[in-house]
């Protein structure tokens, strides 16, 4: 499967506790995005990196969450002391310069914090 | 502030009509649209594209309108298949050459048999 993949595809877990979700792109694609769903809405982004520097993050991103592509491979978004309002789909999207904004999304991981 | 909108939740045709998918944005400075199809359990799927430099853009049976006086797209599938039901997201980049999307709401499509 050359497609984008993450991992966990679903994670349950208590407030206030850590999560880590893993992101592996195509291989060839330098850009690599996270968004966030909620249910009912579209997609929101968080952030995006081009190789291992990450260029931009939103508002959204508190100072809980932490995003990082060590060798400009794959990608992982850790969240420190969760809250029910984690609670979404986060979605991992990579690129390739012949254009940025078509984008290959994964799957996407189910967070649900109880 | 929403600068992407989707006004319908939902819609239902039947196999073989067109379906049509509104879209709406606020900003003008957006100058290139993009649509995106999601399956459940799937991540999105890009679709088709526009430029504002154009007002339409067609690939097979999807056609996508632009009409930049109304701030106004929207996406026209003929003839629907069951197999095109499924949630459309329109989506514009927030700056060039950044791959930023900003994201409609989306609109669950239905194809009936």
């Known amino acids: 499967d050359t497609g984008v993949s993450q991992d966990p595809r679903h994670k349950i877990t208590k407030r206030g506790q850590n999560v880590t979700f893993r992101c592996d792109p195509i291989?060839?694609?330098?850009?690599l995005y996270w968004y966030r769903q909620t249910l009912g809405q579209g997609p929101e982004f968080l952030t995006y990196?081009?190789?291992?520097?990450?260029?931009?993050k939103s508002r959204l991103l508190s100072d809980r969450f932490s995003a990082e592509r060590p060798k400009g491979s794959f990608s992982t978004l850790e969240i420190q002391r969760t809250e029910q309002g984690d609670s979404a789909m986060y979605l991992c999207?990579?690129?390739?310069?012949?254009?940025?904004?078509?984008?290959?999304f994964g799957p996407g991981t189910r967070l649900t914090v109880l | 502030d929403q600068q992407v909108k989707q006004n319908s939740p939902s819609l239902s045709v039947q196999e073989g009509r067109i379906s049509i998918l509104n879209c709406d944005y606020t900003?003008?400075?957006?100058?290139?649209f993009l649509w995106y199809k999601k399956y459940p359990a799937e991540g999105p799927t890009f679709l088709i594209s526009?430029?504002?430099?154009?007002d339409k853009n067609e690939d097979g049976r999807f056609t996508v309108f632009l009409n930049k006086s109304a701030k106004h797209l929207s996406l026209h599938i003929v003839p629907s298949q069951p197999g095109d039901s499924a949630v459309y997201f329109c989506?514009?980049?927030?700056?060039?050459?950044?791959?930023?999307?900003?994201f409609g709401q989306g609109t669950t499509l239905q194809v009936k048999p």
């Open positions: 526009i430029s504002s430099i154009k």
């Open positions: 999207a990579t690129a390739s310069g012949s254009s940025y904004n078509e984008q290959f």
């Open positions: 900003n003008s400075m957006f100058d290139y």
């Open positions: 989506a514009a980049p927030s700056s060039s050459n950044t791959g930023k999307l900003i």
């Open positions: 990196f081009q190789n291992e520097a990450q260029l931009e």
């Open positions: 291989s060839e694609h330098n850009r």
